[in-house]
């Protein structure tokens, strides 16, 4: 299994009220944003020069800028209508908000050469996160408007800002050397109860007696 892996749980009727307001009701979020951005500018420079030099994360390092990619993670899927739920401020795991980032613990030694051509080694996905993003705006919209006028997310909206979600979540941990194994692409699984959990199939009928 990948190091970081995203869930999130499907909800089928979100509110019509916060959903066309989202935008609006963003804003505490956003100005939030911008001061761990900052913050996380300097200590993902940080943690590049400490591999290079160390070969290893530093842990305080590991568990800031985890929480940094975990909070716009969240706040990304909200703001794009994968949840009601007010993200968390915050940079700390929850395990009972809809979405979730989970991130595997930090490895004690990590690749050099890897952390020092790490912006190389992500070139290739600057080409298909680029028109990727355009998708990913086009599908925000089809569900806002799915949303506001009927009433209902449809799974097959909620599926695909999984994958969109999850790709940018895998590539914006590898970018912050959270783990040296390369991005795969589509390794998560939408969960299509609003708890979380897939009801198991039923079983298979019973032969009639005498057979």
Request: proline share 11%; glycine share 6%.
């Amino acid at each position: 299994m990948y190091p970081i892996t995203y869930e999130a749980d499907f909800n089928p009727t979100p509110s019509r009220a916060t959903t066309f307001f989202r935008i609006l009701l963003s804003i505490p979020w956003l100005i939030v944003s911008i001061f761990w951005g900052i913050l996380f500018m300097f200590t993902h420079l940080f943690a590049w020069i400490a591999i290079i030099i160390l070969g290893r994360y530093p842990e305080w390092l590991f568990d800031f800028n985890s929480g940094v990619i975990r909070f716009g993670t969240r706040l990304t899927a909200w703001f794009y209508l994968q949840t009601d739920e007010w993200p968390p401020f915050g940079l700390s795991d929850d395990d009972n908000y809809p979405i979730r980032l989970k991130i595997a613990p930090r490895a004690e030694l990590q690749s050099r050469l890897k952390a020092l051509f790490r912006p190389i080694l992500l070139i290739p996905y600057w080409f298909v996160l680029i028109p990727l993003a355009y998708i990913h705006y086009a599908i925000g919209m089809l569900a806002w408007l799915v949303i506001v006028f009927r009433g209902y997310m449809p799974e097959g909206i909620h599926n695909t800002l999984t994958f969109v979600n999850g790709l940018y979540a895998r590539v914006s941990g590898y970018a912050a050397f959270l783990t040296d194994d390369y991005p795969p692409v589509g390794v998560e699984k939408a969960n299509s109860a609003a708890g979380g959990v897939v009801p198991p199939p039923p079983p298979p009928p019973a032969a009639p007696a005498g057979l």
